[in-house]
């Protein structure tokens, strides 16, 4: 299976790092192709700029000249997430949210033309991600997961999993959030990257 991970941290140290690791490890222990997209190595710009949003308008009706309108890193992108057949994001959840190039890659590669259309009337949209059989999102915080989910609605999984995804038409979608990762003992977040790396070296 061809899975495309998309990360996001900016620094090498982080748990995040370890999380990626795990992932990798996994995959590759079962025998998947894994292709990396690592954001801040990339220099991604997150910012949807006014030739962006133009690009975005004109899709429905001109679909080849609003991708023509698109950067360049974004296209290989687009090659990327096409040939996909399973996508997974790790990323950090800061002030409820995901980190501002997560936000960006999702605002520049779920758009009309690379990850859907819409239908005649421009009323539905229909996924144009072929191969992809599904989508895991990876997360870490230090707010307890009680009050992420009581107190700010498990923001990430109703924007993301809930919404975007579903919206376009992704019927397999998980969420794995490791929270207080801050506070977790040594033994917990190996035993967490363990279970990670299991999880993934069973993908089918």
């Given at each position: 299976?061809?899975?495309?991970?998309?990360?996001?941290?900016?620094?090498?140290?982080?748990?995040?790092?370890?999380?990626?690791?795990?992932?990798?490890?996994?995959?590759?222990?079962?025998?998947?192709?894994?292709?990396?997209?690592?954001?801040?190595?990339?220099?991604?710009?997150?910012?949807?700029?006014?030739?962006?949003?133009?690009?975005?308008?004109?899709?429905?009706?001109?679909?080849?000249?609003?991708?023509?309108?698109?950067?360049?890193?974004?296209?290989?992108?687009?090659?990327?997430?096409?040939?996909?057949?399973?996508?997974?994001?790790?990323?950090?959840?800061?002030?409820?949210?995901?980190p501002a190039l997560t936000k960006g890659f999702i605002d520049k590669l779920v758009f009309p033309g690379i990850a859907y259309h819409y239908n005649a009337r421009g009323t539905r949209m229909h996924c144009d991600l072929s191969?992809?059989?599904?989508?895991?999102?990876?997360?870490?915080?230090?707010?307890?997961?009680?009050?992420?989910?009581?107190?700010?609605?498990?923001?990430?999984?109703?924007?993301?999993?809930?919404?975007?995804?579903?919206?376009?038409?992704?019927?397999?979608?998980?969420?794995?959030?490791?929270?207080?990762?801050?506070?977790?003992?040594?033994?917990?977040?190996?035993?967490?990257?363990?279970?990670?790396?299991?999880?993934?070296?069973?993908?089918?």
């Open positions: 299976m061809r899975v495309l991970i998309v990360f996001n941290h900016p620094y090498s140290g982080s748990y995040c790092n370890s999380v990626l690791n795990a992932t990798m490890d996994g995959l590759t222990q079962a025998g998947h192709d894994v292709d990396l997209i690592h954001l801040d190595r990339d220099n991604f710009d997150p910012v949807m700029r006014e030739k962006d949003l133009k690009a975005f308008v004109m899709a429905k009706d001109q679909p080849q000249q609003a991708l023509a309108m698109l950067d360049p890193q974004v296209l290989d992108y687009k090659t990327r997430l096409q040939a996909a057949e399973h996508l997974i994001f790790i990323f950090p959840i800061w002030w409820e949210l995901m191969k992809l059989k599904g989508v895991t999102m990876i997360t870490t915080m230090n707010t307890p997961s009680l009050a992420y989910r009581l107190l700010f609605g498990n923001a990430i999984k109703k924007a993301l999993l809930l919404g975007t995804f579903w919206k376009i038409g992704i019927k397999q979608r998980h969420w794995l959030n490791l929270s207080c990762v801050k506070f977790a003992a040594d033994n917990k977040r190996q035993r967490w990257l363990d279970d990670i790396q299991a999880k993934f070296a069973s993908l089918r």
